[in-house]
């Protein structure tokens, strides 16, 4: 029996893992958030004076007193250590795409030798972690390779398990000493502070008063692969690359469609149901689990939270997913593209804005008011997606997410907005400033001077549209689904934040030269929506037609990750970046850099472990059955042996001649070496299709060699013995 076939036997006397948890025992309502120091814990232990202040802070985003930060982290080290945590940690998002930690004692010693648990405001607030091992792109000299943590005060500092221990992690973002950021959470607060900004100022125009902050909301649709661990560790290329660089197509796919939303498997859902019980320990809202279109493909969904927490939690959600998978002898894939031939995993962010009294900036809404404010906000979005469109490109791009954009199961490289047909006529009547459709049931009277009424439900659903209107929330469908959505939500951010000051600049200009504020409103809402139409559209994002229409439209379509980062180089975007006080140019040159070399390094490790496989299994395994029909066929004169030896021994040839070309096209990548984009290119344009050429011959034999001695799991094996 070879290694596959072993794998397989185990798996099919297994068993699924009883689940850890007993809703009976201990009811959801008691294990919801026991490992969180949130609010109702700091309101048992926090003095009243200290606490009202941090609700302030998460709240209304106002400044923490310091002096207040001594007895919040005594009351955070008391509650950890008495859950049994002996660490601490700042955990942070550098722009690796993970998460990190670096743990320390509570541990303090005494003059009389004894061990007391020790922890104070100053180390909660900040800590110095050297910063000479993350990536900087140039920004952190090595000589200044100190950077330091600040203590995140709006996302709840947690406890994190990992078998033997208990760490008590505290958000934090992470800068250089000379405050540049070098993570993923510092800029997404400044693109939050940026939408408060602006969005405030708007809310002001419309008459509201009461509102004191806006912040965005976020709801990420997490999909995900289980394949069972024991094919994993027969395939280097999942194991380095997180993804199949092999693999025949299986006879069969997702074409039956009986995999979306089928009943799940014992030993699936109880995977789910783990990791959920993990979720809701760390106070995670998940609320769906189901099947997804490709066989052994899933999703999580959660519900959404704020911005900022909703980012943390989704870090945490594929952490769970990653250890828990392992509890239970699976392993999870998040890559955007672990197999060809069947859907990818995206990461559909669900986002709209909301200010501090609970109200849905982007809900259609019941009375008057709330109409006009939604057709502001909604409007100021169509102008945000069609200035910033490549903008939002650029913030999924990663060699990963190049296998799935517009491989028609995905949206597209070309970024437009989905409105559905009611939303999209109330649009064209404001721009032709005309009345709606009569008043009945089914709509509502917006009641301000011209603007028309509307449709009380205009979610229509559009699969194909990268970012969608979906009723009181954009749907933003690109994203990747290994991705920290830190990147893609402030990007989108600040974009939206960009495009609110702009219509409020407007408005304030027309009020300022004498217009009523309505009506004023009323003129920069037409005059924007007729300006910026053209990313408005509703039909197949599929289609061939759409590609060329998009083209006539003058959208921009970023077809690969090294095109789409070009936009980061774009003295407009900069200065994009820069009014909104998100990133500074040299923030933001750096993070285009790290993005580049991600996707060189990407390409690179896939190329050597391509090559190292088709080298060191598939050739071998190839030649051995060419010698043995070689010896049937003239010892034992077999007429069928001596006929099927030719196409073995022509795909080998075409196998060995692909790796040596991609060994040539790997040493030509390398002599870029030094100027990242021209590396890019090289990687893009002459190792990525070096590689098909090379899967291709492999994929080939693999339909013909003896099954016995194939070395790795086929995908009929993976996608469905499980
Ligand atoms: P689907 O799109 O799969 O039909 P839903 O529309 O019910 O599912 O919701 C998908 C996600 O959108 C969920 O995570 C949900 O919490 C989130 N969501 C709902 N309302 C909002 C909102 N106002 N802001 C951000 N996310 C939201
Ligand atoms: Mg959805």
């Not at 955070?76 to 004692?105: I, L």
């Not at 995905?410 to 907005?417: C, E, G, K, L, W």
């Not at 939500?489 to 219509?503: S, Y």
Request: glycine share 6%; with cysteine; net charge neutral.
């Amino acid at each position: 029996m070879n290694g596959r076939q072993k794998a397989i036997r185990a798996i099919a006397g297994l068993q699924p893992v009883a689940q850890r948890n007993d809703y009976v025992r201990k009811p959801l309502t008691e294990l919801y958030g026991e490992n969180v120091f949130n609010l109702a814990v700091m309101r048992k232990s926090l003095p009243k004076k200290t606490f009202d202040a941090l609700v302030r802070t998460i709240e209304h985003g106002e400044r923490l007193d310091p002096a207040h930060a001594d007895v919040i982290a005594n009351g955070m080290k008391d509650w950890a250590v008495a859950r049994g945590a002996t660490h601490y940690t700042h955990w942070f998002q550098p722009m690796t795409g993970s998460t990190a930690e670096k743990h320390d004692a509570f541990l303090a010693y005494t003059s009389d030798g004894r061990a007391i648990n020790e922890f104070s405001g100053k180390f909660l607030i900040q800590g110095e972690p050297d910063a000479s091992s993350f990536p900087s792109g140039g920004i952190r000299a090595t000589f200044e390779a100190r950077g330091y943590t600040a203590w995140d005060p709006t996302s709840p500092a947690f406890l994190l398990e990992n078998g033997t221990g208990r760490t008590l992690c505290i958000p934090t973002a992470f800068c250089s000493w000379t405050g540049e950021a070098l993570d993923e959470k510092t800029p997404l607060l400044r693109s939050l502070e940026a939408v408060n900004r602006q969005a405030l100022r708007l809310l002001h125009l419309l008459g509201n008063t009461t509102a004191r902050r806006v912040t965005t909301t976020v709801g990420p649709e997490q999909e995900y692969f289980l394949v069972d661990r024991r094919f994993y560790w027969l395939r280097p290329d999942l194991i380095n690359a997180g993804r199949t660089l092999f693999g025949a197509r299986p006879p069969k796919g997702q074409e039956m469609e009986d995999h979306y939303f089928g009943s799940i498997r014992p030993r699936i859902l109880a995977f789910m149901t783990d990791v959920e019980a993990e979720c809701y320990r760390l106070g995670i809202p998940v609320k769906t689990r189901h099947n997804e279109v490709s066989p052994a493909q899933f999703e999580l969904a959660p519900i959404f939270e704020r911005g900022n927490l909703a980012t943390d939690h989704n870090m945490l959600v594929m952490e769970t997913m990653r250890i828990v998978a392992g509890r239970h002898g699976l392993h999870c894939l998040l890559h955007e593209k672990p197999f060809a031939g069947v859907n990818g995993s995206g990461k559909h962010n669900n986002w709209s804005m909301t200010d501090d009294t609970g109200n849905n900036l982007l809900d259609p809404g019941q009375t008057p008011e709330e109409n006009a404010q939604f057709i502001v906000f909604l409007t100021s979005v169509i102008r945000a997606v069609n200035q910033g469109g490549a903008v939002l490109r650029a913030s999924i791009a990663s060699a990963a997410n190049d296998h799935r954009l517009g491989a028609n199961e995905a949206p597209p490289a070309i970024i437009s907005v989905y409105l559905g047909e009611h939303l999209s006529k109330v649009v064209a009547d404001l721009i032709a400033g005309t009345k709606g459709a009569k008043r009945d049931a089914s709509h509502i009277d917006i009641g301000v001077s011209a603007l028309p009424s509307l449709p009380k439900d205009a979610s229509d659903r559009n699969r194909t549209s990268p970012f969608a209107f979906t009723g009181n929330k954009f749907e933003f469908r690109a994203v990747g689904a290994s991705q920290a959505i830190a990147r893609p939500n402030t990007f989108l951010n600040t974009i939206v934040a960009d495009a609110m000051q702009g219509m409020a600049d407007e408005i304030e200009r027309e009020t300022a030269g004498g217009k009523e504020i309505l009506a004023a409103i009323q003129k920069v809402v037409t005059s924007t929506l007729a300006a910026n139409q053209r990313v408005i559209f509703d039909g197949d994002n599929y289609s061939k037609e759409w590609h060329a229409e998009a083209e006539k439209r003058g959208l921009p379509n970023l077809r690969n990750t090294v095109d789409a980062l070009e936009v980061l180089a774009d003295p407009k975007v900069k200065d994009l970046f820069r009014r909104q006080e998100v990133f500074t140019d040299g923030e933001i040159a750096s993070r285009r850099t790290i993005y580049l070399e991600n996707y060189v390094k990407t390409v690179t490790i896939e190329a050597s472990i391509s090559s190292a496989i088709a080298r060191t299994q598939i050739l071998p395994a190839a030649l051995k059955y060419q010698r043995f029909l070689g010896e049937t066929s003239q010892v034992a004169k077999s007429a069928a042996a001596a006929k099927i030896i030719a196409p073995v021994d022509e795909w080998s040839v075409k196998l060995a001649d692909a790796l040596t070309r991609l060994d040539a096209a790997r040493t030509d990548a390398d002599a870029t070496h030094g100027d990242v984009s021209a590396h890019a290119r090289a990687c893009r344009d002459k190792v990525l299709p070096a590689m098909d050429a090379v899967r291709e011959a492999a994929d080939a034999l693999e339909r013909i060699v003896d099954d016995e001695l194939w070395p790795l799991p086929k995908y009929r094996e993976m996608l469905f013995v499980y």
